[in-house]
């Protein structure tokens, strides 16, 4: 096995690929992401519910139900409330009997065409009256003003193959897939400087498996190196340790992106 995976004969599991900001934004551009139609604003649903709430490819999606979503406003901000019921890591049993589910909250953003609140917000508006709970249902072929979704989910295959697919119509190169949002929650995290125990609580890892979605950018490889070779002080190190490494060019430039975000609160 060790002889095979050196060669590279796929023993090892290939992780997903990172969505980078640049890459977002390309999807936003070209309204891949959006809300121009029923197929645009459900794959839009898909792709913040799975990157704020760094939701799982496949059972997470699938089962998720309206009661798992909370619509609020606070001093911050209108928010979008995800709660847990039963995940990978927590099956509710009696191991589980004392740990409190994963709750995340992502606020509205300044940007109506890219807030996650005023996006669900419609969305839901657009269901159909008498509807299951499921939340992913599937777009109409011919929709009206007032209905754009059936009352059937969408299939598991369906859903499971949306990053994939957008990706794709975007034209980027990589192994995408759904659990690519949940790594680039994680991933944005990290370069972002928040502690390791802060990005468990989003993700929901109770494990040191979330080391496996920390993945550095050129800018940490060449802060590390610059101190392995003594090139960095003291006061260099403080200050990098401060500033979000992101590709993001808003935080670059030392601007703030309101946009999205997580609340790491878990106790809601």
């Known amino acids: 096995m060790k002889i095979g995976a050196s060669k590279g004969n796929g023993l090892l599991t290939k992780q997903a690929d990172v969505i980078s900001i640049d890459e977002e934004n390309i999807m936003w551009k070209q309204g891949i992401l959006g809300n121009s139609n029923p197929q645009t604003l459900l794959d839009t649903i898909v792709h913040l519910f799975g990157l704020n709430f760094a939701l799982r490819s496949g059972g997470e999606h699938r089962n998720l139900t309206l009661d798992q979503l909370c619509i609020g406003e606070n001093e911050q901000a209108p928010y979008l409330r ?6 990978k890591t927590n099956q ?32 839901l508006s657009l269901r ?30 369906t859903l499971v193959n ?72 003291s006061s260099t190190t403080v200050q990098s340790s401060k500033r979000p490494l992101s590709d993001d060019p808003d935080t670059s430039d030392g601007k703030r992106r309101r946009g999205v975000h997580i609340s790491l609160n878990i106790n809601c």
């Open 82 to 87: 995800y709660t847990e019921k039963i995940s």
């Open 92 to 123: 509710r049993g009696l191991k589980e009997f004392r740990v409190n589910p994963k709750c995340v909250t992502a606020y509205g953003s300044d940007d109506p065409k890219r807030c996650i609140v005023k996006l669900y917000q419609q969305y």
């Open 128 to 157: 159909p009256e008498h509807a299951m709970s499921m939340v992913y249902l599937r777009p109409l072929i011919k929709p009206t003003e007032k209905v754009w979704y059936a009352a059937a989910p969408v299939g598991r295959n």
């Open 162 to 233: 949306t990053v994939k697919r957008l990706c794709e119509a975007a034209g980027f190169k990589g192994f995408f897939t759904n659990h690519s949002l949940r790594a680039t929650c994680a991933t944005r995290l990290f370069r972002s400087g928040v502690d390791e125990q802060l990005i468990a609580k989003t993700t929901g890892h109770r494990s040191n498996a979330i080391r496996a979605y920390k993945r550095s950018n050129t800018a940490q490889e060449a802060f590390v190196n610059s101190v392995i070779q003594g090139q960095s002080s």
